[in-house]
């Protein structure tokens, strides 16, 4: 089954239910799909909602929750801070396992080996090769923190 229809599915589960949060955040997933596939449409692709489609839209959706808890932390709003770590929470069940930060450090070395990277200078060389690889399965902060200490050093 797709992820997509998984999601439908778990919707429909989590109406039944009555679990509140969860249908809204399924629901907000949902439609970030349906928009991304009717954009892919107007550029002329007769599409459907792909695993890589529904993929890239969890991974933004997931990024998005992060960086509002953030913000909600540095303002002191704990109350809204918790609420943005439940739907995370529910975000991040979807996503495929992510890479652990040795298994990302033996990527980018890879990488940095195989561009022959030297300097700061080469650094869109390296996260040219690295986030094909990683994608969906890493933050894209931590791979750049990443690449960026093992270029300086």
């Excluded at 892919?40 to 792909?50: C, D, L, Y």
């Amino acid at each position: 089954m797709s992820l997509y229809n998984t999601i439908l599915d778990d919707l429909k589960t989590s109406m039944k239910a009555k679990d509140e949060l969860r249908t809204l955040v399924l629901r907000s997933l949902k439609a970030a799909m349906l928009e991304k596939e009717i954009s892919a449409r107007t550029e002329g692709k007769a599409v459907s909602v792909s695993d890589e489609m529904a993929t890239e839209v969890i991974v933004k959706a997931a990024k998005q929750r992060r960086d509002s808890i953030t913000q909600f932390d540095q303002a002191g709003r704990e109350d809204l801070a918790e609420n943005e770590r439940k739907e995370l929470a529910i975000i991040e069940s979807y996503l495929p396992e992510q890479l652990s930060e040795d298994d990302i450090r033996s990527i980018v070395d890879e990488a940095i080996q195989q561009t022959d990277a030297e300097s700061m200078r080469d650094m869109g060389k390296v996260m040219g090769k690295v986030m094909p690889k990683v994608k969906g399965k890493a933050d894209g902060g931590l791979v750049n923190s990443i690449v960026k200490e093992r270029l300086l050093s």
